[in-house]
C-alpha cells in the first residue's frame, strides 16, 4: 500500500462491549487518563516502553474531543488536567493511531466501555499502536479472503473451539493436548489456501498483538480472563465475516496462555517472526504430519458437523449476495473515484471478498482530496485499494451528490462526469 494511504480500522473490541458504555462527563474523562496511566505504569515490563502517551477521547456524533496533553500546534484548550477541542471534519474517527497536529495519538471513541478492564483493555489495545511503530512491528492490515470461503472458515471455527477448550482446560496436560489440536486446523487451514499463512500473520501481528497487550494491561484474573476469551469468541462468530477479525480472537488467547510461562515471549518476536510456528515450538507440540486426515479425524470433537452444516448454508446464501453485488457495481452503470490522498474508515466485522474484484464494504467512510464520501449500503474497494466503487448518482445538489445509501461532498475543483454508461470524477 502507498505510503500517501493513511488506513484505519474500527477497533473490533468495541463489538464484546455492546450495551455497556459509560456516560460523557469531564470528571469520567480524567478518570479515564488515570486509569489507563496507572496500568500502563504497572506494566511497563511488558514492552520496556510505557505505553501511556497522547490520546485523543473522540466523540463521533459532536467530534468533540478530549486530550490529556496539548497538542504540538496549541488548538487545544485546557480545563485542569484535560484538553479539548473539536476534531476536523476531514479526520475519519476511529479507534485507531493517528498523527495529528505534530502528535502521533492513540484515538478512541468516546462513550468508553463501563467494564473497567474492557475500558483499560481498549484504551491500551490502542495505545499499542501509537507506540508499534517504534517496537519494530509495522502497521499491516493484510487481506485475508480467504476467511471468506467454506472451506476456510470451517477450519478457523474448528481451531477457535479447540481454543476455547485450552483456555477452560483445568490441568496441563489437557490445555496441551487441546493447543495441538488448535494448531493441527490452523495449519491445516494453511495447506489449503496460498500464501494464506502469510497473510493472517500480517494481521496477528498488528492486530492480535495490540488486543494482546490490552488483555495483560486489563490485569483480569482468572475467571474474568477465561470469561472474556470465551465470550469474545462466541460473540465474533456471529459476526458476517472473519477476513479482519480473527486476529482480535486468536493470538490475545495464545499469547495468554503463554504468557503464564513466559512474562517476556512477546519481547522475543519481531515484525517478521511467524507467530504460528513460534507458538507450535515455544509450547513444545509435534503436529501430525497427515494435517487433512488428522483434521478431519478431529473435527467431530468440536462439533464439525453443525459447523460444515451452517457453512454450508452460508456458502449458498454468499453466493447470491455476491451476484447481487457485481451485478450492481460491476455490470450495471456505477461511479468510480480514484484515489489520489485517501484516509479511509471502516467497519471490519462486515466486509464481502468479491472473487477477485476486490472487497465489498457495507459501511464506510473515505476523505481525499475530492472530497468525502459516506457510504451506508455498499461500496466496492478495488484489489489494490486504488479506487472505490458505488452505484451511480441520483441526486446533485451543488457540491453535494448523493445515490443508494452514499453521499459525496465534493471538494472546490471536483465535478462528476459520465462516460459512456458510468461516471467518474474529473478535475475543473
Same mark, same amino acid.
Given at each position: ?44 515490563? $511488558? ?22 496533553? #496539548? ?13 479539548? &477541542?473539536? $476534531? ?23 462513550? !468508553? ?8 483493555? +481498549? ?12 517496537? &519494530?512491528? /509495522? $502497521? ?28 477452560? #482446560? ?70 458476517? /465475516? ?39 515450538? /515455544? ?96 461500496? !466496492? ?31 472546490? &475543483? ?10 467518474? +470524477?474529473?478535475?475543473?
Amino acid at each position: 500500500m502507498k505510503q500517501t494511504v493513511w488506513l484505519i480500522v474500527f477497533s473490533l473490541f468495541m463489538q464484546s462491549v455492546k450495551g455497556q458504555k459509560q456516560e460523557i462527563s469531564n470528571d469520567s474523562i480524567s478518570i479515564f487518563f488515570d486509569e489507563i496511566k496507572t496500568a500502563s505504569q504497572k506494566n511497563t515490563g $511488558l514492552w520496556n516502553k510505557d505505553l501511556y502517551g497522547p490520546i485523543l477521547l473522540v466523540d463521533p456524533k459532536t467530534k468533540e474531543l478530549f486530550a490529556n496533553e #496539548a497538542d504540538a500546534e496549541g488548538e487545544l484548550k485546557r480545563s485542569g488536567n484535560i484538553y479539548s &477541542g473539536i $476534531l476536523p471534519g476531514k479526520i475519519n474517527i476511529a479507534n485507531t493511531a493517528i498523527n495529528w497536529n505534530g502528535k502521533r495519538w492513540a484515538m478512541i471513541m468516546l462513550p !468508553l466501555p463501563k467494564n473497567k478492564q474492557n475500558r483499560i483493555n +481498549l484504551l491500551a489495545h490502542e495505545s499499542f499502536h501509537s507506540i508499534q511503530p517504534a517496537l &519494530g512491528f /509495522t $502497521l499491516n492490515n493484510a487481506e485475508n479472503n480467504h476467511l471468506d470461503q467454506k472451506e476456510g472458515r470451517i477450519y478457523l471455527r474448528l481451531e477457535l473451539e479447540a481454543l476455547k477448550k485450552a483456555i477452560l #482446560a483445568s490441568s496441563e496436560k489437557e490445555m496441551q493436548k487441546q493447543l495441538t489440536h488448535a494448531f493441527t486446523f490452523r495449519k491445516y487451514r494453511h495447506s489449503l489456501y496460498k500464501n494464506s499463512a502469510a497473510t493472517e500473520n500480517l494481521l496477528e501481528l498488528n492486530e492480535g498483538m495490540a488486543e494482546f497487550t490490552g488483555v495483560i494491561v486489563s490485569d483480569r484474573d482468572k475467571k474474568q480472563a477465561t470469561t472474556f476469551f470465551i465470550n469474545g469468541i462466541d460473540d465474533f462468530l456471529k459476526n458476517p /465475516t472473519f477476513v479482519r477479525s480473527f486476529a482480535y480472537h486468536t493470538i490475545p488467547a495464545y499469547g495468554y496462555l503463554l504468557y503464564h510461562k513466559d512474562k517476556n515471549w512477546n519481547q522475543k518476536i519481531t515484525a517478521k517472526t511467524d507467530l504460528t510456528d513460534y507458538f507450535i515450538k /515455544t509450547f513444545n507440540r509435534k503436529i501430525p504430519g497427515d494435517l487433512k486426515r488428522s483434521a478431519e479425524n478431529l473435527s467431530d470433537r468440536y462439533n464439525g458437523k453443525e459447523i460444515v452444516r451452517e457453512e454450508t448454508e452460508r456458502e449458498e446464501k454468499t453466493k447470491r449476495l455476491i451476484a447481487e453485488y457485481k451485478l450492481k457495481f460491476i455490470d450495471q452503470p456505477h461511479f468510480e473515484l480514484k484515489f489520489e490522498k485517501m484516509n479511509v474508515s471502516f467497519d471490519p466485522r462486515n466486509i464481502i471478498p468479491i472473487e477477485d474484484k476486490g472487497t465489498v464494504y457495507p459501511n464506510i467512510r473515505v476523505t481525499d482530496k475530492w472530497g468525502i464520501l459516506t457510504v451506508e449500503n455498499g461500496a !466496492l474497494m478495488s484489489p489494490n485499494w486504488d479506487k472505490i466503487t458505488i452505484s451511480g448518482p441520483i441526486k446533485t445538489d451543488g457540491k453535494k451528490i448523493s445515490g443508494d445509501g452514499w453521499v459525496l461532498e465534493l471538494t472546490d &475543483g471536483y465535478a462528476v462526469e459520465k462516460d459512456d454508461l458510468n461516471y467518474k +470524477l474529473i478535475k475543473n
